[in-house]
């Protein structure tokens, strides 16, 4: 295929197809009052020679973006195209006949714009992640079913049972005397404001903990009884945080932001078909965001002051996790989060689930919140 040569300052040498068949033919093109219109002479087998000619609006004309190599190329409405291998001249010509470039060709033409688009993406897919993500997984939420958050706690307690629970050994009047203690904070609530719940005991393989399923079942394990001396105080300020995570949803929230964040991984890097296949142990196993954190503390010092309970009665909890633990228990919740993946971590430091899941705010930081909201309590007349 020979290089094309500018016939005039009006006209260009291109080569043309014409959509039909894979001949190409030698024309020129000419831009007038918004008309492209070509031009040339074809050989055929029949008809030695034959003239081509055809009009195309300019804005029935889709032009490929300019890039540094490469063919350039003239798409038209109806069919059939027009190439050019000489860039230079291409450009020249639709640039003098009015054709000009987006801003998005422009900056990809420049360094600088190449940075800035990288640089705007990143601030996007930060700002989606950060506030976008819990905003869409707050409104599909709302738009849910209750049924469906009782459907996926009951799974997960189910997966749960099978994986790290045992039957509590807590006698049924130890049980009742604590559902009893949680009750009786709850009656003081407003109305309309305490959601459906239950509380179940297990014996686990996670240690003293406590953590609350979607659909309202919350689960309190014989070693966090056990650690906080049974206390009806302590005990009834855990499940007050975890019926802040109730009340918010904050379950099917977390799987929601969690499965849109996959989807949107998936069409970046790839297949995820196996996503859904741990959705019932996810939702038991999945950290609560720190904001999520936050929402179920308020929540129990809500509980617990319109109970007429001191908040710092969590300060009780977690000193005795502090003590339990050794002097470098937040350490280690660090060091548990870079290795929240490792599925085969031992379960004596499985601390991830509920309560004491690594990725809350940390002790000196929840301790400072509860013992403020104390302190306000008593301040009040």
Partial sequence: METETKIDADKLAVIYFDGVSTKAQPVTLQMVDGILMLAGEGVGRLNPTYLITRTVRASDVQWSERTQHGLRVAHFAGGGSAQSANAAQWDAWRQRNGQRDTWVVKAQQSWRGVLVSVLLLAVIGVAVYQWGLPAAARGLVALTPQSVDVSLGQASLSAIDDSLMKPSKLSVDEQTRLRNAFS??????????VPAWQLVFRQSRIGPNAFALPGGTMVMTDEMVALVGADEKVITAVLAHELGHVRHRHGLRM?????????????????????LAGVPLLLGQASYSRDAEKEADAEAVRILITAGISPEVMVTLFEKLKAKDGPDRQV???????????????????SWLGIAFASHPSDAERM??????????????
């Fill in 184 to 193: 009786k904070a709850l009656a003081a609530q407003p109305a309309g404001s």
């Fill in 255 to 275: 799987l929601v932001q969690a499965t849109v964040l996959a989807g949107v991984t998936s069409v970046v890097f790839g297949d995820f078909s196996t996503l």
């Fill in 332 to 350: 280690r919740k660090d060091q548990e989060t870079n290795s929240a993946a490792d599925a085969n971590a031992d379960a004596d430091h499985s």
């Fill in 368 to 381: 400072a919140y509860f013992r403020q909201a104390a302190q306000r309590m008593q301040a009040k007349p």
